[in-house]
């Protein structure tokens, strides 16, 4: 059965022209460490980690191994010894992304037993990843390669494996109203759509920048009621 990732991977997109304003100075503060991480032998970590500011910066359009190489002060050919071209820069960006977000999925599992209750910590960790990286989310689910990249795929499927896990878990436990499928469907659909609209500063609320966990407390509710059995 193909996972909810594979499913619904292209269903997402984003201009690309959109930009993720942040001060000036957090770019060179990381291409300064980034630097010295080079000189210590490390180019690759240090292209990622100042491609991922440079994302954040300036969007993907702004994006570049040129001004990376020139950024980090290295020879113009010195990043494509390590990335072939800009998808597979982009590509490495969303790998470890994907990641990073099952790290915010499972991170706060242990401390609940109950499956209902791991279900909605895990969709506060997706709205924690998205607002703490905006153009990173956007980046890992609105841009396509222009070749098949087996790793990326590869990365988004372990990522959604432990919602998947949640989910089969609520559905052991005779929680569900609906089959795994038609559940994970309709609660991740609610949750990413709520990400895109934090990041987008579309959210009309009381508190102009809501937190995760405050989000989740307003919509689980409304979620469980479409997939949970009362």
């Given at each position: 059965m193909y996972s909810l990732y594979t499913l619904m991977y292209t269903t997402f997109t984003f201009d690309v022209n959109s930009v993720y304003s942040e001060p000036m100075n957090k770019l060179q503060s990381t291409m300064a460490t980034a630097r010295k991480a080079y000189h210590h032998g490390d180019l690759r970590e240090s292209l990622l980690e100042a491609a991922e500011t440079m994302l954040e910066e300036e969007g993907p359009t702004g994006l570049s191994l040129r001004k990376l190489g020139r950024e980090l002060g290295v020879t113009?050919?010195?990043?494509?010894?390590?990335?072939?071209?800009?998808?597979?820069?982009?590509?490495?960006?969303?790998?470890?992304?994907?990641r990073r977000l099952r790290a915010e999925l499972v991170r706060d599992l242990g401390s609940v037993d109950d499956a209902e209750q791991r279900l909605k910590l895990a969709g506060t960790g997706?709205?924690?990843?998205?607002?703490?990286?905006?153009?990173?989310?956007?980046?890992?689910?609105?841009?396509?390669?222009?070749?098949?990249?087996?790793?990326?795929?590869e990365a988004g499927d372990?990522?959604?494996?432990?919602?998947?896990?949640?989910?089969?878990?609520?559905?052991?436990?005779?929680?569900?109203?609906?089959?795994?499928?038609?559940?994970?469907?309709?609660?991740?659909?609610?949750?990413?759509?709520?990400?895109?609209l934090l990041i987008d500063e579309r959210l009309e609320l009381d508190d102009p920048k809501p937190s995760a966990e405050c989000i989740l407390d307003l919509m689980h509710d409304s979620i469980w009621s479409g997939i949970g059995r009362r």
């Amino acid at each position: 059965m193909y996972s909810l990732y594979t499913l619904m991977y292209t269903t997402f997109t984003f201009d690309v022209n959109s930009v993720y304003s942040e001060p000036m100075n957090k770019l060179q503060s990381t291409m300064a460490t980034a630097r010295k991480a080079y000189h210590h032998g490390d180019l690759r970590e240090s292209l990622l980690e100042a491609a991922e500011t440079m994302l954040e910066e300036e969007g993907p359009t702004g994006l570049s191994l040129r001004k990376l190489g020139r950024e980090l002060g290295v020879t113009p050919g010195a990043p494509y010894r390590h990335f072939e071209d800009k998808d597979a820069l982009l590509a490495a960006l969303a790998i470890e992304g994907y990641r990073r977000l099952r790290a915010e999925l499972v991170r706060d599992l242990g401390s609940v037993d109950d499956a209902e209750q791991r279900l909605k910590l895990a969709g506060t960790g997706y709205l924690r990843f998205a607002t703490s990286h905006p153009e990173l989310f956007r980046l890992m689910f609105g841009w396509m390669p222009s070749r098949d990249i087996p790793e990326l795929c590869e990365a988004g499927d372990a990522a959604f494996a432990a919602f998947d896990r949640i989910l089969q878990d609520c559905a052991d436990e005779g929680l569900l109203s609906r089959g795994v499928r038609e559940a994970g469907l309709l609660a991740w659909s609610a949750v990413h759509g709520a990400a895109f609209l934090l990041i987008d500063e579309r959210l009309e609320l009381d508190d102009p920048k809501p937190s995760a966990e405050c989000i989740l407390d307003l919509m689980h509710d409304s979620i469980w009621s479409g997939i949970g059995r009362r």
